[in-house]
């Protein structure tokens, strides 16, 4: 196990970096936050004389993906973040140790940390049967969620598994599929939505914690403002063909040639919030839109259950059938409409019988 | 004395004095503000329910250069500007509701507790089926219109106006007056995906009622040898025998 104590300065001079090269970093980091001038001598003092944040890294119902992500990051470099900014001490797919050690490692540091600890969290738990779904070191990975949360500072939920439910909690949840925040009550989560989230997202949100030794500024879902705070649809290069009302209608269109809107191909970029439009992903190279797509909205809770990626109008499944809003509300609207005819006709017949029957009486 | 639109109405319909003084009873039932707010909150909706049927499904593409169109952009600020004449319209009815005649109070509440409305909207029903031979007589709306008014309007309306900010307050960004106003819908649905649709069948809901309310004012007018749609214009109800 590293010695958590050790600042991240300490860890970067004994690798041989340059201060040099370490002031870049901070100054790299402080731009990619949105810091500006100042803070980036700020980030460097803090790494200088801060303690490095133990990190218990822990999978549920997952595909890893978020960790895939992770190691892709390019501001800050992965390694720089695993192997110097924080202390990782605990990772299962990545780490050296296996079996009663890897374990070990969980006790020792919720007994030497105790509330100091951040505890990330990649995947959920299932509840059904008692969490059988997901045995993690012979026990159910709910309950070992349960006590490493306990003693922790605070909890990443990584991912939409972790954040909303996805795949796993999609209609009908067999394994009862459950986000982290509806598991673990008492304790600051911050959600870190996506399919997986940006690779810089994630680290720049742990090169922050690090730094100010605090939570970001979350917003109403518990998403950091910095990154969640605007949809792809606003800062989407795509955007002024939407105001122009130029929109790809089929695939392989002139429209879709021309890189117009994807709003009627069922783009949920107008409901997304995620920073793919504005950071980008494998270090700036391109994203679903850019590379003419329409976006999931794969950051957003029960994307899987909005019915087709590509209907604009979701279909709405408690009627029975599948149906969009404009299909279920023009079947009323006509039924309606019908019996209003229906209705007017026979008011029309009523009358005309009746005034017979009066012209009748009165000869 | 019960001050209520029915017992006015009761009043009215049994008045022996006035239908011996003169054949024709009339009553003033809607008051300026009232039908100023009717024919402007008409406009709103049908602005409204063209425009938000052209954003939720987009128009058909259009050709020439993306700098010199700005279409859509435009059918979004109209259904903006419609939807804030609709809100201020709305708030203004609900003080008109507190301050004007009984008859203004009419479309905010549906008196539930009373079991002579039961009994009086169960006689609707039986005139609208064609059962019942003749129709009783109410100055302003019947009790079986009350109850599709409260909730296919004046609910639906409400509905739409908090959905509807809300979504707006997705473009205006989460530091507005509108996201902390009526950003709590997001912690109910917090994907809005859910609210768009519901609120594009909150469209189809008042599109339906437009239907029923145009047709059944106009039917009554007929039918029932009372003015309706002349009185949304001019205030006063006739009743003409």
């Known amino acids: ?363 | 004395m019960d001050k209520s639109p029915q017992a006015l109405t009761a009043t009215v319909a049994v008045d022996p004095v006035r239908s011996a003084s003169s054949e024709r009873g009339v009553v003033y039932v809607y008051e300026a503000p009232v039908r100023l707010w009717h024919w402007i909150n008409a406009a709103a909706i049908l602005v409204l329910g063209l425009s938000g049927y052209f954003i939720g499904n987009g128009i058909p593409t259009i050709p020439g250069k993306t700098g010199d169109n700005f279409l859509f952009g435009y059918i979004r600020f109209v259904h903006f500007i419609a939807g804030y004449v609709l809100t201020l319209g709305f708030l203004l009815r609900i003080y008109w509701a507190v301050v004007g005649n009984p008859h203004a109070k009419q479309i905010f509440y549906v008196p539930i507790w009373r079991k002579s409305y039961w009994r009086e909207v169960w006689h609707e029903i039986r005139w609208y089926a064609f059962v019942a031979a003749e129709p009783k007589k109410y100055a302003a709306h019947n009790p079986l219109a009350q109850l599709a008014m409260f909730f296919m309007f004046t609910l639906a309306t409400a509905f739409m106006i908090v959905t509807g900010f809300a979504l707006y307050a997705q473009g205006t960004g989460n530091d507005s007056w509108q996201y902390r106003l009526f950003g709590w819908v997001f912690s109910i649905r917090p994907n809005s995906q859910d609210v768009r649709t519901g609120h594009h069948l909150g469209l189809w809901m008042i599109v339906t009622f437009a239907l029923i309310h145009i047709y059944t004012a106009v039917r009554e007018d007929i039918v029932s040898r009372q003015s309706i749609v002349s009185s949304i214009i001019f205030g006063e109800r006739e009743f003409r025998d």
């Open chain 1, 1 to 363: 196990m590293g010695e958590a104590t050790e600042t991240f300065y300490g860890v970067i001079r004994r690798q041989g970096i340059t201060r040099r090269s370490f002031h870049k970093f901070c100054s790299l980091t402080a731009t990619s936050l949105g810091l500006g001038s100042l803070a980036a001598s700020q980030i460097a003092n803090a790494l200088e004389t801060k303690p490095r944040v133990p990190v218990i890294w822990m999978h549920g119902l997952e595909c890893t993906c978020c960790s895939e992500s992770f190691i892709r990051s390019a501001h800050p470099l992965f390694k720089d973040v695993v192997l110097s900014m924080i202390s990782l001490d605990y990772d299962a797919p990545i780490m050296a140790a296996a079996g009663h050690q890897a374990e070990a490692i969980l006790e020792e540091t919720r007994a030497k940390y105790k509330g100091q600890y951040v505890l990330a969290v990649e995947g959920n738990p299932p509840l059904n049967e008692g969490g059988m779904f997901c045995i993690d070191g012979g026990k159910p990975f709910v309950e070992k969620l349960r006590a490493m949360a306990e003693d922790s500072m605070a909890i990443i939920a990584w991912g939409t598994c972790a954040s909303w439910g996805c795949v796993q909690a999609a209609k009908p949840n067999p394994t009862q599929a459950t986000p982290i925040d509806k598991v673990i009550t008492n304790k600051p989560i911050i959600k870190v939505p996506g399919c997986p989230p940006i690779a810089e997202v994630m680290t720049a949100l742990v090169t922050f914690i690090t730094t100010f030794g605090k939570l970001p500024e979350l917003d109403r879902q518990g998403r950091p403002k910095m990154f969640y705070s605007q949809r792809i649809h606003d800062k989407c290069y795509r955007r002024p063909h939407f105001d122009a009302g130029q929109f790809v209608e089929e695939w392989d269109d002139e429209s879709a040639r021309q890189g117009y809107c994807l709003y009627k191909m069922g783009c949920k970029g107008p409901t997304t919030y995620n920073a793919c439009s504005a950071v980008r992903w494998n270090d700036g190279v391109s994203f679903p839109i850019q590379s003419g797509h329409g976006c999931f909205g794969c950051s957003e809770d029960g994307f899987w259950d909005k019915g087709s990626f590509y209907d604009r109008l979701t279909t709405i499944k408690q009627f029975g059938i599948e149906a969009n809003a404009d299909q279920i509300g023009m079947a009323a609207a006509g039924a309606v409409g019908l019996a209003v005819a229906a209705h007017a006709a026979i008011t029309a017949a009523k009358r005309l019988t009746g005034k017979r029957g009066r012209v009748a009486q009165e000869e």
